[in-house]
């Protein structure tokens, strides 16, 4: 080793960028750093991409099958049990309680297992605990529910239904709050207010196949102190639909029950033509005591009917089509001893023997009577002060609309042996006058309003 290398242990070499001379070197003689090279990268072959898009494909239809499944059998079925009774809860005001729910989605089937509606919350007086009640309730749903967006049932089963039904003293029956909270709701009025009136029809429903069994009623018609049961109710109803929509395989209808301790069974027939469908059912009544039984329908007419019996032979027609549905009565009857009054009790006819025939349509107050006989009747015409006659005649001047008015036509009238008086308060001094033994025959004109 020198003595340059002695002194400097380090040797020559610089370990920094300064020269010797102690200048720094100019920037643009350093080298500028370069990036790696890059290779392209290679591509799918061709045959991946397609079995890349059918594994997303499959995994999106499995995820949404599982959901399927899942909300099916176990989200559905927690809805029902849960939120649905307690939405109906408020909207009825009455305690509801569901034993247990399901649903299947591969046959679209929803299953209710031991029902309870209570008596209502609000009200002390209501006696009526349970107001309804039920064994099962099973109900096959169409698929095309989903599509028309309305309540499509291929076949719907109610077993041991049980309804407690009361009239009160104001005439009025507690299952019709029912009716009518659930029409307002459906028509998003909320609660019901009220005299408000009922929706002209919710939402688009058609329930084919309905079968009631081992069901009963019980009536309590408080101003007569009555009860009335009807038990071992089996029902078969083709179809009620408030759109067309037609199903291939209909039950046929039929009824038997034992009401008051007496059994009635009657059988029908269902017939598809067309567009349309048309279901039967044949009823024969025997001694009907009418003022018991027209006193639970609702009326606003003048008169009353207190006394008479009827056997009566009925033809119950329900019919689809054009979208509508239509209940209609065919039938033709004897009416025994007959008594009607005004509403402070005055007699205003009273006939021993009637003879009726015609077809009805009770929902459109459509009635349409071909004969009409009165064998011995006794009549009391008779007009007030004011011009106002005894007997039910519309007036044109009344304010109505034609929804609410009676369609009424009589083709032919027949009065045999006949008593009839008349007497008219409205002139002066009075008028009256009675016609013995009289018999005619006259064609009674429409009062239907539609038609002058």
Not at 202 to 216: C, E, G, K, Q, Y
Not at 325 to 348: F, H, P, V
Request: hydrophobic share 40%; glycine share 6%.
């Amino acid at each position: 080793m020198n003595e340059s290398n002695r002194d400097n242990p380090l040797g020559s070499i610089p370990i920094n960028e300064k020269q010797e001379n102690g200048k720094d070197l100019p920037q643009g003689l350093i080298p500028p750093l370069t990036p790696p090279p890059s290779f392209p990268r290679k591509s799918d072959p061709p045959s991946s991409k397609p079995f890349r898009v059918i594994k997303w494909t499959a995994f999106v239809v499995l995820f949404a099958v599982a959901f399927y499944f899942l909300a099916g059998f176990l989200l559905i079925p927690y809805y029902l049990q849960t939120f649905l009774p307690k939405q109906l809860e408020k909207i009825l005001d009455r305690p509801i309680n569901i034993a247990s729910t399901g649903f299947n989605p591969i046959t679209l089937t929803m299953t209710f297992q031991n029902g309870i509606v209570g008596p209502k919350r609000n009200s002390p007086e209501d006696f009526v605990d349970p107001l309804l009640s039920f064994g099962k309730i099973s109900v096959d749903f169409e698929l095309l529910s989903f599509m028309k967006k309305g309540f499509i049932a291929k076949s719907t089963n109610i077993d041991q239904l049980f309804i407690h039904c009361v009239r009160n003293k104001e005439n009025k029956y507690n299952i019709l709050e029912i009716s009518n909270a659930l029409q307002h709701h459906l028509a998003g009025t909320g609660s019901l207010p009220a005299g408000a009136p009922l929706s002209t029809g919710p939402s688009l429903f058609s329930l084919n196949n309905l079968v009631v069994t081992r069901s009963s009623v019980t009536f309590d018609d408080l101003p007569s102190g009555k009860t009335h049961t009807i038990k071992e109710i089996n029902l078969a109803i083709p179809v009620l639909t408030n759109f067309s929509f037609q199903m291939e395989d209909l039950i046929k209808p039929s009824f038997s029950a034992i009401i008051n301790d007496s059994p009635i069974r009657m059988k029908g027939d269902t017939r598809i033509k067309d567009d349309s469908i048309e279901a039967n059912l044949e009823l024969n009544l025997t001694d009907i005591d009418l003022p018991e039984y027209l006193a639970y329908l609702p009326s606003n007419s003048d008169f009353l009917v207190t006394k008479g019996k009827a056997d009566l032979t009925l033809n119950l027609t329900f019919k689809t089509s054009d979208k509508k549905s239509q209940l209609g009565i065919d039938g033709a009857g004897k009416i025994s001893d007959l008594r009607l009054n005004d509403k402070s009790g005055k007699n205003l006819a009273t006939i021993p023997e009637l003879q009726i025939s015609g077809n009805f349509i009770p929902l459109a107050k459509t009635y349409h009577i071909t004969n009409l006989v009165l064998n011995n009747p006794k009549i009391l015409i008779e007009r007030d002060p004011g011009g106002k006659l005894n007997i039910p005649v519309q007036s044109p001047a009344k304010e109505a609309s034609a929804a609410s008015q009676i369609k009424l036509r009589i083709d032919n009238i027949l009065v045999k042996n006949g008593d009839l008086s008349f007497i008219d308060q409205s002139v002066k001094g009075g008028f009256a006058a009675s016609w013995k033994d009289c018999g005619f025959t006259f064609e009674s004109p429409a009062t239907d309003p539609a038609k002058p």
